[in-house]
């Protein structure tokens, strides 16, 4: 099997959306504008997509309160202290910046909702097919 997407219910999804692409550089590859707003984000490789929509059938978590190590989203950087300062203008927070013994940063935010999104600067960046 090939991994197709993940999906995330969030408050705001059209907006939200928007920011991802304005802000990390994602592509719409699909979307719906009536109730449930549903969003499919493709990175900039196309291989990975993630499914933004705000589905009333469901609780939408808080994510503002949990904690980002019971799930994030992650993308690899080059640079991840002037993503940091570029997203923070964006209006996303910090969480916590953690340098890697092995040379790599990892910094962890929350986009504008309370979703948590972490900046992946490695030594040795994981392959790519």
């Not at 993503?83 to 910046?97: D, K, M, S, V």
Request: aromatic share 10%; hydrophobic share 45%.
């Amino acid at each position: 099997m090939k991994f197709e997407h993940f999906a995330i219910n969030v408050p705001a999804a059209r907006t939200q959306a928007h920011w991802y692409v304005e802000h990390l550089g994602f592509k719409i590859a699909r979307s719906r504008d009536d109730v449930p707003y549903t969003h499919f984000l493709a990175d900039e490789t196309g291989r990975i997509i993630v499914e933004l929509y705000s589905n009333p059938k469901a609780a939408i978590p808080d994510y503002f309160t949990a904690h980002p190590l019971s799930f994030h989203m992650a993308v690899a950087t080059k640079d991840a202290a002037a993503e940091r300062r570029r997203l923070e203008a964006a209006g996303a927070t910090l969480f916590l910046e953690e340098p890697q013994p092995d040379g790599s940063m990892l910094i962890m935010m929350r986009d504008p909702w309370g979703v948590p999104l972490q900046l992946c600067q490695r030594t040795v960046p994981f392959p790519m097919p």
